[in-house]
């Protein structure tokens, strides 16, 4: 496969990542307490395994499918507004991490490796290298949103929320652009008055003789 140098060092920057998340997540299974999360790291690093092979794949020109399966997260239900919960002071001095810890330190690689994959993928001119990144995107902030999930589920993550009436003021503060009928219409009006002007511009175009008709 012929590839763009950037593309390129870009490609290897990412799998360089996903390399060091597949380890980072295999310890940080060893060490949660929390059988739900053990089972959300365990197959996130194996989706993470999935693309680091797809990325080896592509750049060795062996054909490499870029592939992703939307997944079906658990049912949870979300908690909004701050929940009355204390976080403990972190310990510098710690051997073992804790679940709250290792959540959201998965959350914030997920987080970010959505992030730089979108840039990576904006920087490619080779479709399946830009596919292969996009679906990285796509792929991190599910892996985010389902660690989130257990996050909230267990009192760790809880979005602030705004008073109704600050939530009225904000959504209402947007206006709907109209009747898309009448706007259709407009557009086909002027549209035509574009088309007739330009005809009054070009009078002799209109009476010039047809260069394909013939005179006895």
Known sequence: MRMAA?????????????????????????????????????????????????????????GGQVTHTHPDFNAYHENFGMQQSTMAPPNPNNRTLSDQSISTLALNAHKTGSVYSMVWANECVDPQIRSYHVNGAILCQEMAYEIWQWMNHNGYYSPPTFHETQINQITN???????????????????????NSMNAMNPLQMNSPNPMRTYS
């Open 173 to 195: 503060a947007f206006q709907p652009i109209g009747n898309m009928s009448t706007i259709n219409s407009m557009n086909s009006i002027n549209s035509m008055n574009s088309a």
């Open 6 to 62: 950037h593309e390129l060092l870009e490609t290897s920057e990412a799998l360089r990542t996903k390399a060091a998340e597949i380890e980072q997540h295999g310890l940080f299974a060893n060490q949660c307490q929390d059988q739900n999360l053990k089972s959300i790291l365990k197959k996130h690093q194996q989706q993470m395994i999935t693309a680091y092979q797809q990325g080896i794949n592509l750049l060795q020109g062996k």
